[in-house]
Nanobody, 123 residues
């Protein structure tokens, strides 16, 4: 069975920091791209950050609104991806979802999702 479990959300003041974690089981992590999405109330789910399955660097990428503030990284041995969020703004308030995209073959991928973790930035 495949499990995608994220944690680390909470309530933080503007300018504060949080680190989200997402641990994957039941998938070959070396062939799984990892992404963080978020969804605010009455907003569409958006891709926040992603890191590819390649061991060297993983081609980290970010939506413009979080560049310079968020850092995505991973631990291949622990099969865990992290999202370090610094200098948080109220606009970052959302449910954050971990997405695991298993690259099964060329032009064939399967997506698995965590249940989400709430991040609230408020004074």
């Amino acid at each position: 069975q495949v499990q995608v479990v994220e944690s680390g959300g909470g309530l933080v003041q503007p300018g504060g920091s949080l680190r989200l974690s997402c641990t994957v089981s039941g998938l070959p992590f070396s062939r799984t791209d990892m992404n963080w999405y978020r969804q605010a109330p009455e907003k569409e789910r958006e891709l926040v950050a992603g890191i590819d399955a390649t061991i060297s660097g993983g081609n980290p990428r970010y939506v413009d609104s979080v560049k310079g503030r968020f850092t995505i990284s991973k631990d291949n041995d622990k099969k865990t991806v992290y999202l370090q969020m610094d200098n948080l703004n109220p606009e970052d308030t959302a449910v954050y979802y971990c997405n695991a995209r298993h690259i099964r073959a060329f032009r064939e991928a399967a997506d698995y999702w965590g249940q989400g973790t709430q991040v609230t930035v408020s004074s």
